[in-house]
Nanobody
């Protein structure tokens, strides 16, 4: 089992940047596909970005060319660099992981087994 802890959220003005971190403990992170999801108030949780063990990446259309997902398996950490932030990016951001053997569809929330507690991102206009 792997435990996930997100950090790096906060309050930022529109156009600003934040970098979220997801640190894993309990297992080697390189054995997992990892995704970021977000949930805004009153809305369903939605896919943001994902990275596979061999580093293909996936992005929601709404964040392409603004967000970048990366991983440092030596540090057991996955990052989400968020640039050109917009008020509509305001949400709680969650990190999720699934073991490689499951060969998940990385944009599908239900296929992830492990979740962090979330970190709040608020973008002011």
């Amino acid at each position: 089992q792997v435990q996930l802890v997100e950090s790096g959220g906060g309050l930022v003005q529109a156009g600003g940047s934040l970098r979220l971190s997801c640190v894993a403990s309990g297992r080697t992170f390189s054995d997992y596909d990892v995704g970021w999801f977000r949930q805004a108030p009153g809305k369903e949780r939605e896919f943001v970005a994902a990275i596979r063990w061999n580093e293909p990446t996936y992005y929601a259309d709404s964040v392409k060319r603004r967000f970048t997902i990366s991983r440092d398996d030596g540090e057991n950490t996955v990052y989400l660099q968020m640039n050109s932030l917009k008020p509509e990016d305001t949400a709680v951001y969650y990190c999720a992981a699934a073991p490689l053997y499951k060969s998940i569809r990385p944009t599908h929330e239900v296929e992830y087994d492990y979740w962090g507690q979330g970190t709040q991102v608020t973008v002011s206009s």
